[in-house]
């Protein structure tokens, strides 16, 4: 008899503290997915920012981990335009801060962006290292408002087969602070 209520009270005991103790919901529970749009970039088509990228998805391994890729194209046929495609892959990891709508991330990218004026033979290709800190705003579950900054690295290849000038031919190295005064709104599914 005595066995028995030490059983019932441990086994009440551990039913208590399984239902008092708050379980963060699965992976499935939340959204995997997610795309963002730079709509700084579109607001202020003047001052584009080559270093933000337009599209942007996400897919979340985890509650802090994340897969990220950007995508930016401009394509112009004018005899003074350019054709350009910027690619962008990399890590995040998140974390929530002061309450589970606000979440600081932090991670890095690489980067590759080829570019080609339209009435000369100039072709560039650039590739790039980005360190980059961030914040995230949920004010739902299915939107948020990102913004963040970043360091980047770029080793440039400058090309010009039609010109004797060296610095047509050239490779550069190039270090800046960039995606300030990105804002990023990302729709999650």
Same mark, same amino acid.
């Given at each position: 008899?005595?066995?028995?209520?030490?059983?019932?009270?441990?086994?009440?005991? =551990?039913?208590?503290?399984? /239902?008092?103790?708050?379980?963060? &919901?699965? =992976?499935? @529970?939340?959204?995997? !997915?997610?795309?963002?749009?730079?709509?700084?970039?579109?607001?202020?088509?003047?001052?584009?920012?080559?270093?933000?990228?337009?599209?942007?998805?996400?897919?979340?391994?985890?509650?802090?981990? *994340?897969?990220?890729?950007?995508? !930016?194209?401009?394509?112009?046929?004018?005899?003074?335009?350019?054709?350009?495609?910027?690619?962008?892959?990399?890590?995040?990891?998140?974390? &929530?801060? /002061?309450? !589970?709508?606000?979440? =600081?991330?932090?991670? /890095? @990218?690489?980067?590759? +962006?080829?570019?080609?004026?339209?009435?000369? &033979?100039?072709?560039?290709?650039?590739?790039?290292?980005?360190? =980059?800190?961030?914040?995230?705003?949920?004010?739902?579950?299915?939107?948020?408002?990102?913004?963040?900054? +970043?360091?980047?690295?770029?080793?440039?290849?400058?090309?010009? &087969?039609? +010109?004797? @000038?060296?610095?047509?031919?050239?490779?550069?190295?190039?270090?800046?602070?960039?995606?300030?005064?990105?804002? *990023?709104?990302?729709?999650?599914?």
């Amino acid at each position: 008899m005595k066995y028995q209520k030490l059983i019932i009270a441990t086994i009440a005991t =551990l039913q208590a503290i399984v /239902a008092i103790a708050q379980e963060s &919901p699965a =992976l499935t @529970d939340s959204y995997r !997915n997610d795309i963002g749009i730079d709509v700084a970039n579109i607001l202020t088509f003047l001052s584009k920012k080559n270093e933000s990228y337009l599209i942007n998805y996400k897919l979340h391994l985890s509650e802090k981990h *994340v897969l990220r890729s950007g995508l !930016n194209l401009d394509w112009s046929t004018s005899k003074d335009g350019y054709k350009g495609i910027g690619l962008r892959a990399g890590y995040e990891r998140g974390l &929530p801060i /002061a309450s !589970n709508q606000w979440k =600081l991330h932090f991670g /890095a @990218d690489a980067s590759f +962006s080829y570019r080609a004026n339209n009435f000369q &033979p100039n072709k560039a290709i650039r590739c790039g290292l980005h360190p =980059l800190i961030g914040f995230s705003y949920f004010p739902v579950s299915r939107f948020s408002v990102s913004t963040e900054m +970043s360091l980047n690295f770029f080793y440039t290849d400058y090309r010009n &087969p039609s +010109s004797f @000038d060296p610095a047509d031919n050239e490779n550069t190295f190039d270090v800046n602070i960039g995606s300030v005064g990105m804002l *990023v709104i990302h729709y999650h599914f």
